[in-house]
């Protein structure tokens, strides 16, 4: 079974108000065993919308990551993100041992 990534992209409107989303969020990615990869503001835009924040977090596999965006703990985090931040959010599986080096996108 292949890793789970998700790969999230965030433009905060409201800063204040977005502090309440970083305090219950974290419980949700524990709670599910997320691997934060990478998680901040340094990075290059080189095609498409520029975004403030970039995360990217990895979960054993697809299920738990899906069971982590729908859990209750998740949910009243991402209702407290709603109309302070603007908000991408994509789940995608890992290679795994299949598709390494294919080079197909």
Known sequence: MSKAYWVAHVTVTDPARY????ELAPAA????GARFLARG????????????RHVV???????????????????AARALREGVCKASVTLVNGLGDQ???SGQS
């Not at 502090?19 to 970083?22: D, E, L, T």
């Not at 990615?29 to 599910?32: L, P, T």
């Not at 503001?41 to 520029?50: H, I, K, M, N, P």
Request: contains cysteine; glycine residues 10%.
């Open 99 to 101: 598709g390494h080096g």
């Open 41 to 52: 503001v340094d990075a290059q835009t080189l095609e498409g919308e520029v975004w403030q």
């Open 29 to 32: 990615f524990k709670k599910y």
């Open 19 to 22: 502090a309440g989303y970083m």
């Open 57 to 75: 977090i990895e979960f054993d596999d697809m299920d738990r990551a899906l069971a982590c965006y729908n859990s209750p703990e998740y949910r």
